[in-house]
Protein backbone atom coordinates (compact mmCIF):
# COMPACT_ATOMS: atom_id res chain seq x y z
CA UNK A 1 0.00 0.00 0.00
CA UNK A 2 0.76 3.72 -1.07
CA UNK A 3 2.22 5.55 2.14
CA UNK A 4 0.35 9.09 1.37
CA UNK A 5 2.33 12.18 1.14
CA UNK A 6 2.06 15.72 2.77
CA UNK A 7 1.85 16.76 -1.08
CA UNK A 8 -1.63 14.89 -1.16
CA UNK A 9 -3.25 17.16 1.85
CA UNK A 10 -4.01 19.55 -0.82
CA UNK A 11 -6.50 16.82 -2.41
CA UNK A 12 -8.04 16.10 0.78
CA UNK A 13 -9.62 19.35 1.41
CA UNK A 14 -13.40 19.42 1.77
CA UNK A 15 -14.54 20.32 -2.60
CA UNK A 16 -17.12 22.76 -0.91
CA UNK A 17 -14.21 25.11 0.10
CA UNK A 18 -11.10 23.94 -2.54
CA UNK A 19 -12.88 26.29 -5.26
CA UNK A 20 -13.33 29.84 -2.58
CA UNK A 21 -10.21 31.82 -2.94
CA UNK A 22 -9.56 34.87 -1.15
CA UNK A 23 -10.43 37.14 -3.70
CA UNK A 24 -13.82 36.05 -4.09
CA UNK A 25 -14.41 36.72 -0.34
CA UNK A 26 -13.49 40.45 -0.18
CA UNK A 27 -15.55 42.16 2.41
CA UNK A 28 -17.73 45.36 1.29
CA UNK A 29 -16.81 47.65 4.23
CA UNK A 30 -13.67 46.80 6.67
CA UNK A 31 -14.68 44.85 9.45
CA UNK A 32 -13.82 45.37 13.50
CA UNK A 33 -11.77 41.92 14.13
CA UNK A 34 -11.42 41.39 18.02
CA UNK A 35 -8.64 38.79 18.49
CA UNK A 36 -8.52 36.05 21.62
CA UNK A 37 -4.94 34.38 21.84
CA UNK A 38 -3.50 32.93 24.50
CA UNK A 39 -0.18 31.46 23.10
CA UNK A 40 1.88 31.24 20.29
CA UNK A 41 -0.56 33.73 18.17
CA UNK A 42 0.31 31.82 14.17
CA UNK A 43 -3.59 32.57 13.53
CA UNK A 44 -4.01 35.86 15.04
CA UNK A 45 -0.29 36.82 12.92
CA UNK A 46 -2.33 35.27 9.24
CA UNK A 47 -5.27 37.68 9.72
CA UNK A 48 -2.89 40.38 10.15
CA UNK A 49 -1.15 38.96 6.97
CA UNK A 50 -4.08 38.64 5.12
CA UNK A 51 -5.62 42.29 5.81
CA UNK A 52 -2.17 43.41 5.14
CA UNK A 53 -1.52 41.71 1.68
CA UNK A 54 -5.25 43.04 0.85
CA UNK A 55 -7.06 39.80 1.21
CA UNK A 56 -9.17 40.22 3.82
CA UNK A 57 -11.29 43.94 4.42
CA UNK A 58 -10.67 44.16 7.79
CA UNK A 59 -8.88 45.55 10.45
CA UNK A 60 -7.96 44.50 14.12
CA UNK A 61 -8.32 47.35 16.76
CA UNK A 62 -7.83 44.89 19.57
CA UNK A 63 -5.98 41.40 20.48
CA UNK A 64 -6.93 39.97 24.12
CA UNK A 65 -4.32 38.03 25.78
CA UNK A 66 -4.48 36.20 29.15
CA UNK A 67 -1.41 34.54 29.66
CA UNK A 68 1.26 37.16 30.14
CA UNK A 69 4.18 35.36 28.52
CA UNK A 70 2.00 35.14 25.22
CA UNK A 71 3.86 35.31 22.26
CA UNK A 72 0.61 36.80 20.64
CA UNK A 73 1.10 39.63 21.97
CA UNK A 74 4.62 40.48 21.07
CA UNK A 75 3.16 39.47 17.47
CA UNK A 76 1.09 42.44 18.01
CA UNK A 77 3.56 44.94 19.80
CA UNK A 78 5.41 43.98 16.10
CA UNK A 79 2.07 44.59 13.75
CA UNK A 80 1.24 47.51 15.57
CA UNK A 81 -1.70 46.12 16.77
CA UNK A 82 -3.03 47.12 20.54
CA UNK A 83 -3.15 44.03 22.87
CA UNK A 84 -4.79 43.99 26.19
CA UNK A 85 -3.86 41.65 28.88
CA UNK A 86 -6.68 40.34 30.84
CA UNK A 87 -5.25 37.38 33.00
CA UNK A 88 -7.96 34.97 33.83
CA UNK A 89 -5.71 34.64 37.51
CA UNK A 90 -6.90 38.48 38.42
CA UNK A 91 -11.14 37.57 38.10
CA UNK A 92 -12.45 35.09 40.52
CA UNK A 93 -14.26 33.30 38.19
CA UNK A 94 -15.00 32.81 34.59
CA UNK A 95 -18.14 35.40 33.98
CA UNK A 96 -16.04 38.15 36.00
CA UNK A 97 -13.18 37.51 33.20
CA UNK A 98 -15.97 36.94 30.32
CA UNK A 99 -17.57 40.67 31.77
CA UNK A 100 -13.98 42.65 31.34
CA UNK A 101 -13.76 40.65 28.08
CA UNK A 102 -16.87 42.09 26.45
CA UNK A 103 -16.25 45.67 27.99
CA UNK A 104 -12.99 45.73 25.99
CA UNK A 105 -14.25 44.51 23.08
CA UNK A 106 -16.74 47.14 23.27
CA UNK A 107 -14.82 49.41 23.61
CA UNK A 108 -13.02 49.15 20.62
CA UNK A 109 -16.23 48.50 18.79
CA UNK A 110 -15.59 45.02 17.51
CA UNK A 111 -17.96 43.62 14.94
CA UNK A 112 -16.62 39.76 15.12
CA UNK A 113 -14.76 38.04 17.86
CA UNK A 114 -11.72 35.97 16.48
CA UNK A 115 -10.59 33.61 19.23
CA UNK A 116 -7.35 31.69 17.36
CA UNK A 117 -6.02 29.71 20.51
CA UNK A 118 -8.01 30.79 23.05
CA UNK A 119 -7.25 28.23 25.66
CA UNK A 120 -9.74 29.00 28.52
CA UNK A 121 -13.92 27.54 28.18
CA UNK A 122 -16.10 30.85 28.17
CA UNK A 123 -19.67 31.55 29.75
CA UNK A 124 -22.86 32.48 28.15
CA UNK A 125 -21.69 36.54 29.36
CA UNK A 126 -19.37 36.13 26.15
CA UNK A 127 -21.73 34.66 23.46
CA UNK A 128 -24.60 36.84 24.78
CA UNK A 129 -22.70 39.87 23.82
CA UNK A 130 -21.75 38.63 20.19
CA UNK A 131 -24.59 36.14 19.35
CA UNK A 132 -23.56 34.63 16.11
CA UNK A 133 -20.15 36.64 15.93
CA UNK A 134 -17.53 34.50 17.75
CA UNK A 135 -15.66 32.17 15.37
CA UNK A 136 -13.02 29.49 17.00
CA UNK A 137 -10.36 27.52 14.81
CA UNK A 138 -9.85 23.88 16.27
CA UNK A 139 -7.61 21.50 15.33
CA UNK A 140 -9.25 18.58 14.47
CA UNK A 141 -12.15 17.57 11.54
CA UNK A 142 -15.18 18.30 14.31
CA UNK A 143 -17.11 16.91 15.97
CA UNK A 144 -14.50 14.55 16.35
CA UNK A 145 -12.09 15.18 19.09
CA UNK A 146 -13.00 17.89 20.83
CA UNK A 147 -11.11 19.73 23.73
CA UNK A 148 -6.82 20.57 24.60
CA UNK A 149 -5.51 17.03 23.36
CA UNK A 150 -7.45 17.19 19.98
CA UNK A 151 -4.12 16.08 18.02
CA UNK A 152 -2.89 13.48 20.75
CA UNK A 153 -6.69 11.77 20.49
CA UNK A 154 -6.40 11.41 16.67
CA UNK A 155 -2.74 10.13 17.14
CA UNK A 156 -4.45 7.79 19.84
CA UNK A 157 -7.19 6.63 17.58
CA UNK A 158 -5.23 5.51 15.10
CA UNK A 159 -7.29 8.22 12.19
CA UNK A 160 -5.61 8.61 9.17
CA UNK A 161 -7.85 11.49 8.37
CA UNK A 162 -7.93 14.77 10.70
CA UNK A 163 -7.39 18.26 10.10
CA UNK A 164 -8.55 21.48 11.38
CA UNK A 165 -12.28 23.57 11.43
CA UNK A 166 -13.34 27.24 11.66
CA UNK A 167 -16.69 27.39 13.42
CA UNK A 168 -19.03 29.57 15.11
CA UNK A 169 -18.85 29.42 19.30
CA UNK A 170 -21.84 28.23 21.59
CA UNK A 171 -21.57 27.47 24.70
CA UNK A 172 -20.71 23.64 24.58
CA UNK A 173 -16.54 23.23 23.99
CA UNK A 174 -15.79 23.23 20.35
CA UNK A 175 -19.70 23.12 18.94
CA UNK A 176 -21.57 25.16 16.92
CA UNK A 177 -21.75 25.36 13.01
CA UNK A 178 -18.90 24.85 10.71
CA UNK A 179 -17.95 27.61 8.70
CA UNK A 180 -14.73 25.54 7.09
CA UNK A 181 -12.71 22.61 7.70
CA UNK A 182 -9.41 21.37 6.09
CA UNK A 183 -8.35 17.55 6.07
CA UNK A 184 -4.95 16.45 7.02
CA UNK A 185 -3.38 13.10 6.89
CA UNK A 186 -1.77 11.39 9.53
CA UNK A 187 1.56 10.26 8.47
CA UNK A 188 3.26 6.79 9.88
CA UNK A 189 6.28 8.39 11.97
CA UNK A 190 3.92 11.91 13.22
CA UNK A 191 4.43 12.96 16.74
CA UNK A 192 1.50 15.37 18.05
CA UNK A 193 4.46 18.34 16.75
CA UNK A 194 4.64 17.51 13.66
CA UNK A 195 1.05 16.22 13.09
CA UNK A 196 -0.23 19.68 14.58
CA UNK A 197 2.35 21.64 12.02
CA UNK A 198 1.09 20.12 9.27
CA UNK A 199 -2.45 21.02 10.74
CA UNK A 200 -1.76 24.70 11.26
CA UNK A 201 -0.63 25.16 7.71
CA UNK A 202 -4.24 24.13 7.10
CA UNK A 203 -5.57 26.28 10.01
CA UNK A 204 -3.62 29.63 8.54
CA UNK A 205 -5.30 28.99 5.08
CA UNK A 206 -8.91 28.29 6.26
CA UNK A 207 -9.40 31.07 9.51
CA UNK A 208 -9.21 34.67 7.10
CA UNK A 209 -11.39 32.21 4.22
CA UNK A 210 -13.94 31.69 7.35
CA UNK A 211 -13.70 35.11 8.93
CA UNK A 212 -14.89 36.50 5.45
CA UNK A 213 -17.18 33.52 4.49
CA UNK A 214 -19.16 34.57 8.05
CA UNK A 215 -18.86 38.52 7.86
CA UNK A 216 -20.44 37.76 4.15
CA UNK A 217 -23.06 35.61 4.71
CA UNK A 218 -24.33 37.69 7.77
CA UNK A 219 -25.32 34.87 10.14
C1 LIG B 1 -4.37 26.13 17.03
O1 LIG B 1 -3.98 24.82 16.72
C2 LIG B 1 -5.85 26.25 17.20
O2 LIG B 1 -6.56 25.36 16.40
C3 LIG B 1 -6.04 25.89 18.65
O3 LIG B 1 -4.95 26.46 19.30
C4 LIG B 1 -3.85 26.55 18.40
C5 LIG B 1 -3.37 27.97 18.41
O4 LIG B 1 -2.22 28.14 17.63
N1 LIG B 1 -7.31 26.35 19.16
P1 LIG B 1 -1.54 29.57 17.48
O5 LIG B 1 -1.36 30.13 18.87
O6 LIG B 1 -2.44 30.41 16.64
O7 LIG B 1 -0.23 29.31 16.81
Not at 23 to 51: D, R
Request: one cysteine or more.
Amino acid sequence: MSQVSPIDAASLISPHISHISSEKLQLATPLKLGIMASGNGSNFEVVTQAIEEGKLNAEIPVLIYNNPDAKAATRAANRGVKAVLLNHRDYKNRKDLDRQIVQTLRQYDVDLVIMAGWMRLVTQVLIDAFPHKIINIHPSLLPSFKGVRAVEQALEAGVKITGCTVHLLCLEMDSGPILMQAAVPVLPDDTAETLHARIQVQEHRILPLGIALAAQTNL
